[in-house]
């Protein structure tokens, strides 16, 4: 069965630096989300990558699949502290219609 | 306003006591799923259905009960909690799942404790 692995599990940076963190699949991607929650609430959309070497973004957010798609990075530009929370990737499966999700990166940024 | 509505969004209960959880979505979706989130094992599928009188299992269906006889609900059902059971439950749905094309809309989540 396909495994999504995230890392870190756990990214503590200071206000204004740079992160990224990663989400790798072990087998073929064929839609691969990224999904952000605040501690103990539901979970909030952020992007949705298909092709090989897309790249999407959405404020200070960048999101890629490479081209192999196996793997996929979130990038967050200058961080605050709006952006803490956990960071999840999903995917659905190509032959059936479970979706699986990687056990999730938690952020904090240290003002 | 488009939603996926939960309840109750809190609940604590004793072993063999059966409950139901209600998810509601208002958005004409055709795919709705539920999952268990644990800390360490991360948010895992618990049942999903693809439509109407559809419904299949995903990694962890033991214990859980499910159905679809209208579109816009698909309560779940545990017919005899466990303490295993404890755990934050959200429900999703989607336009179709069609291999991860589309994004999923969560609930708020309930938070259910089995004593």
């Known amino acids: 069965s396909q495994e999504l692995e995230q890392s870190p599990q756990s990214l503590i940076v200071q206000e204004g630096k740079n992160l990224t963190i990663n989400c790798t699949s072990s087998k073929t991607l064929y839609g691969l989300y990224w999904y952000k929650q605040k501690y103990g609430e539901g979970l909030i959309f952020l992007m949705m990558l298909q092709k090989g070497g897309e790249e999407k973004s959405h404020e200070k957010i960048t999101a890629k699949l490479d081209e192999k798609k196996q793997q996929s990075s979130l990038h967050i530009t200058a961080s605050q502290p709006s952006h803490a929370g956990i960071y999840l990737c999903?995917?659905?499966?190509?032959?059936?219609?479970?979706?699986?999700f990687g056990k999730g990166t938690r952020l904090h940024i240290l003002p | 306003e488009a939603q996926v509505t939960q309840n109750p969004r809190y609940l604590i209960t004793v072993t063999g006591k059966k409950l139901t959880v209600t998810c509601s979505q208002n958005m004409n979706h055709e795919y709705m799923s539920w999952y268990r989130q644990d800390p360490g094992l991360g948010l895992r599928q618990i049942y999903y259905s693809m439509n109407v009188e559809v419904t299949d299992k995903g990694d962890v269906p033991e214990g859980y009960k499910v159905s679809r006889k209208e579109k816009r609900n698909f309560p779940l059902i545990l017919e005899s909690p466990s303490p295993n059971q404890t755990s934050l439950y959200f429900c999703?749905?989607?336009?179709?799942?069609?291999?991860?094309?589309?994004?999923?809309?969560f609930g708020p989540g309930t938070r259910l404790t089995v004593t």
């Open positions: 999703a749905s989607s336009l179709t799942p069609s291999g991860g094309s589309y994004e999923q809309y």
């Open positions: 999903g995917a659905g499966g190509n032959r059936d219609d479970k979706i699986i």
